[in-house]
């Protein structure tokens, strides 16, 4: 256990955080179990190491990081582990990779039963169902998602600036006002690009080729997330690695499954079955009508964030998809966003509906809310596609 204590103290004491995350404002810390799902890239390890610095000192032996990936893990349990810690005086336990470990959620839950002076905060894979009927933690665990850097977030990363986020019915209200004093401090449009390029993922921070980063980020999804914890066979990996080409070659149209299926020669049944995977690995996001969902198929299909069109398109990136695809994802956190109409491309908590535009190029309808690209400041229904990046 000592390796393990000396591992801890220099994560702490050597992981540079440059940016506090929102969510860690929104968990409550009191509670004796708490899971942080999200998907690979996107800073949970980061996230478990920003709570211990902010909590404890390094040295301070009631905290400890452990990391399931050690090997040590194959011959110690969880139970017998966490139970040596507080008998040592630990108090929180920040269990990563708990996908790691076999039987994972039942000995959680043994300590959740039996060991009420200790907390413990894990987490998790996206995919992983904390809180559904057949979960041995239901009722036990109290889960939340961490996502990748929303607009607001990267351009604080950037500037040093800070800002607050906002609700949507604020930035609907009076986006005139809260742009102008956003603007007022920085050029948002100057930050976009390179946004909707590389800055949903925390690692483009890292002194590494970052398209390289993500495409083998996007495979540990596909053969961990999707494969693995679904215990799918290797052999499916090449179908499911073509799925996702083809359907961000696609996106945002309508998924074709007929045409899909025969492509990757498969049932159309296992076409769904595929997407639903790659939707709950956060590599996909699907777009219903009101009161439609899975297994149904979905209006549009859209990749989960604008780095992963670059990623998979590489140069041939279509701006109206990464400016829908920009929307879709930073609204869907806080809001449900279905499919519309033929004229209205999104209906965001079935009341708003928006379309997507560019500032040259637009009709304006009355009963109809846009979000415009390249627009700095807007006015009355025509809103800056960048303000919708504020809402996280």
Not at 118 to 140: A, E, G, H, W, Y
Not at 332 to 343: A, G, I, P, R, T
Not at 360 to 382: F, T, W
Request: proline share 4%; hydrophobic share 40%; net charge positive.
């Amino acid at each position: 256990m000592e390796s393990l204590y000396k591992t801890h103290q220099y994560l702490v004491e050597h992981q540079h955080l440059p940016l506090r995350r929102k969510l860690m404002n929104e968990i409550d810390w009191n509670d004796r179990l708490i899971g942080i799902k999200g998907s690979r890239g996107v800073g949970k390890t980061s996230f478990l190491i920003q709570y211990a610095k902010e909590h404890f000192a390094p040295d301070n032996r009631e905290c400890l990081y452990i990391n399931l990936n050690n090997f040590y893990f194959t011959v110690r349990t969880i139970k017998d582990f966490a139970n040596e810690f507080r008998m040592a005086g630990g108090k929180v336990l920040l269990i990563d990779q708990v996908f790691k470990y076999p039987d994972w959620a039942s000995e959680l839950v043994y300590c959740y039963d039996n060991y009420p002076d200790l907390q413990i905060i894990f987490t998790c894979s996206s995919v992983m169902r904390l809180k559904s009927d057949n979960s041995p933690l239901v009722n036990k665990v109290v889960s939340y998602n961490l996502r990748g850097f929303s607009f607001r977030e990267y351009i604080e990363l950037m500037t040093g600036e800070t800002f607050n986020p906002y609700c949507l019915k604020e930035i609907i209200q009076h986006h005139a006002a809260i742009s102008t004093e956003i603007c007022s401090k920085i050029n948002p449009l100057a930050y976009m690009a390179d946004y909707l390029h590389h800055g949903f993922y925390p690692f483009f921070l890292e002194k590494r080729n970052f398209s390289e980063n993500l495409l083998k980020t996007m495979n540990m999804m596909l053969e961990v997330d999707v494969l693995s914890i679904n215990q799918m066979e290797q052999s499916y990996l090449p179908k499911i690695r073509k799925l996702l080409y083809l359907l961000s070659l696609s996106a945002p149209d309508n998924a074709n499954i007929t045409r899909l299926s025969r492509e990757i020669k498969t049932s159309r049944a296992t076409v769904m079955n595929y997407i639903k995977y790659l939707k709950d690995a956060r590599l996909v996001n699907l777009l219903y009508p009101v009161n439609e969902d899975f297994p149904k198929k979905p209006t549009r299909l859209y990749l989960q964030n604008p780095n992963l069109l670059y990623a998979t398109r590489m140069i041939d990136v279509e701006e109206k998809a990464l400016r829908e695809t920009f929307f879709y994802n930073q609204v869907h956190k806080d809001y449900k966003v279905n499919s519309e109409s033929k004229n209205v491309r999104f209906l965001v908590d079935g009341k708003y509906a928006f379309n997507i535009v560019d500032k040259e190029n637009r009709k304006i309808k009355p009963d109809i809310y846009y979000g415009v690209a390249d627009l700095e400041k807007g006015s009355e229904n025509c809103i800056p596609l960048w303000l919708f990046g504020f809402l996280y």
